[in-house]
């Protein structure tokens, strides 16, 4: 059994986590115990209980003293994903600190985002085409384009095609290719803004922080179409921190 000095230095130890934005999970981690556990600790304590919304606000404060030295790594990459990780900070906090920059200076970073020409996106698709044979699906082409990229040079893959054109058939029709009859839900939006803004916020209380994308991701597709997916969120809101702004979690 551990002392009363260790359980107090224990306790301090959790007070000064907490007090500094780290989530249940995270604390419990770190000292060996469950997030239940740790809940009783701080309770009994008495330290107040903090909504997840309150703990995001901390984390953001917290983030957004580094606002200077992202700025700074900013200027010399361009690149909101370099200072991120660079500076151990989310990327949406990078790019809203960022956007206090003259337009000109930061956009310098993006443009190097439209990586393929049009034309030569829409000969990948007539290349794949031509080699398979048939109606080409996406499924196909990016089994195709596995095989035809390298490390260095990866073929675009059917997001980059959907979302440079609007949708895979809007790509395929631009190509000069057949697609597949539309079904009697194509094009339409099944889940409304508030579906979306349920979904992250039960993503955000489940976990106790502010998901990523990439984490958001992989828990819509583990749930087979029961949430909206990534890109969903993403043509409702624009971009996924303005569907986080408007969950209200940051």
């Known amino acids: 059994m551990a002392s009363g000095g260790a359980r107090r230095a224990r306790d301090d130890k959790i007070k000064t986590m907490y007090a500094g934005g780290a989530t249940l999970e995270e604390i419990g981690a770190t000292i060996g115990v469950s997030r239940e556990r740790v809940r009783q600790l701080l309770k009994a304590a008495g330290v107040p209980a903090r909504s997840s919304s309150d703990t995001f606000r901390l984390r953001r404060k917290q983030h ?47 443009q190097k985002v439209k990586r393929f020409e049009d034309e030569f996106l829409l000969n990948c698709l007539r290349e794949a085409s031509d080699s398979l044979g048939g109606v080409l699906s996406c499924q196909d082409y990016n089994r195709f384009a596995l095989s035809r990229g390298s490390p260095d040079i990866p ?70 179409g029961g949430v909206p997916s990534l890109p969903t969120i993403r043509n409702r809101f624009g971009t996924w921190f303005e569907a986080l702004k408007a969950a209200g979690l940051v």
């Open 64 to 110: 957004l003293v580094k606002r200077d030295a992202i700025l700074e790594r900013y200027k010399l990459s361009r690149d909101a994903n370099i200072v991120a990780e660079e500076l151990e900070v989310p990327v949406s906090i990078v790019r809203e600190v960022i956007s206090v920059l003259p337009r000109g200076l930061a956009m310098m970073g993006k």
């Open 155 to 224: 073929w675009p893959s059917h997001q980059t095609m959907a979302k440079r054109f609007g949708s895979w058939r809007a790509a395929l029709a631009r190509a000069g290719l057949s697609s597949n009859p539309a079904t009697p839900i194509t094009g339409q939006l099944l889940f409304e803004e508030a579906h979306c803004i349920d979904a992250l916020r039960e993503v955000a209380r489940a976990w106790g922080r502010l998901p990523t994308a990439n984490e958001y991701e992989v828990y819509a597709r583990a749930s087979n």
